[in-house]
């Protein structure tokens, strides 16, 4: 049994290769330098898998001529990571053929490859970790962006970027379970939806008595919605999405949902950060992709970006 293979020089390529052309769920590259002949050369034979790279943004790759490509701070990445299925390869070598010098010649570049217990914590830990300054960023200038739209005294919050994405297929990707960690989303409806009385005269009104979205009958204040009509909220932790039911022309064929509410646990919101920028980056159906590659959905509780220790397999 072989627990860990030693690669030095030209030995790294012909392994790297042979795994990607035998892999069958994903690869993901971080690599600190490439160019666009090495990576097309590599990307052409992984173009029907999931895949990302991330790379340093002043390595001679475009994000715009080649997709999949992630470009990140070149001040504090370094990285020589590829995760190809459940195969790690860890080590000096860059995505990178060097031309002053022959591959067969340049035994200084030293790899190791191995398996181990968790491949896939492996990658969600390495992209939390070194994309949290670009998903951060990004997360921050998507509420200024959205601040300038609705106005800077409204309120941003994750039902916001819900609706900004459209979201339906992130939640479809679940089919009725949390996607934090798999529980059951239980369904509660209501007749009429519930809301605070702003003015804090009243309390809890429904919409009838607040005058079914336009003037309260009681006051001018604006209610705050407290329970839509429709709400999803998960039976273990606290996801929940909720939707408002609107009847036009008073005909209820003619209803519809409108997502008006949504309540993230404190590890699904550093994921959205990371999905939304990755949508932003890659697409949303490349995204899913790569989401569903990895089957991580319904179980990010299982996923620990602190873990340091990982048990290694046999190849």
Not at 47 to 58: A, G
Not at 59 to 83: C, E, M, R
Not at 98 to 104: G, T, Y
């Amino acid at each position: 049994m072989t627990d860990v293979k030693m690669m030095y020089g030209e030995e790294f390529w012909s392994y790297f290769y042979a795994a990607i052309q035998n892999a069958k769920r994903h690869v993901f590259i971080f690599t600190a330098y490439t160019n666009t002949s090495d990576l097309r050369d590599v990307l052409g034979k992984i173009s029907h898998l999931p895949h990302l790279v991330v790379v340093r943004d002043d390595s001679n790759v475009s994000s715009n001529q080649i997709g999949n490509v992630i470009l990140t701070d070149h001040l504090k990445f370094h990285a020589k990571v590829y995760v190809i299925d459940d195969l790690v390869i860890v080590g000096s070598q860059n995505l990178y053929k060097v031309k002053k010098i022959s591959l067969a010649e340049k035994k200084g570049e030293i790899s190791v490859a191995f398996k181990p217990d968790n491949a896939i914590n492996i990658i969600y830990q390495s992209l939390m970790i070194v994309l949290q300054g670009e998903y951060e960023a990004y997360y921050e200038n998507k509420i200024e962006d959205l601040k300038k739209r609705f106005g800077h005294e409204y309120d941003i919050g994750w039902v916001d970027f819900f609706r900004e994405y459209k979201l339906e297929s992130f939640l479809n990707l679940n089919s009725g379970t949390c996607p934090c960690c798999g529980s059951q989303l239980v369904l509660t409806e209501r007749d009429e939806a519930l809301f605070e009385c702003s003015s804090n005269t009243y309390g809890q009104i429904t919409q009838f008595e607040c005058g079914i979205g336009n003037a309260c009958k009681y006051c001018i204040s604006d209610p705050i919605l407290v329970e839509p009509e429709v709400t999803y909220r998960c039976s273990t932790c606290n996801f929940t999405t909720g939707y408002r039911i609107t009847e036009t022309y008073k005909r209820p064929y003619y209803s519809w949902e409108v997502l008006a509410a949504v309540t993230v646990p404190d590890q699904l919101e550093s994921f959205l950060k990371l999905y939304f920028y990755l949508i932003d980056g890659l697409g949303e159906m490349q995204a899913n992709n790569l989401l569903s590659s990895l089957g991580i959905l319904g179980n990010l509780y299982r996923l620990n970006v602190s873990q340091r220790d990982y048990q290694i397999l046999g190849f």
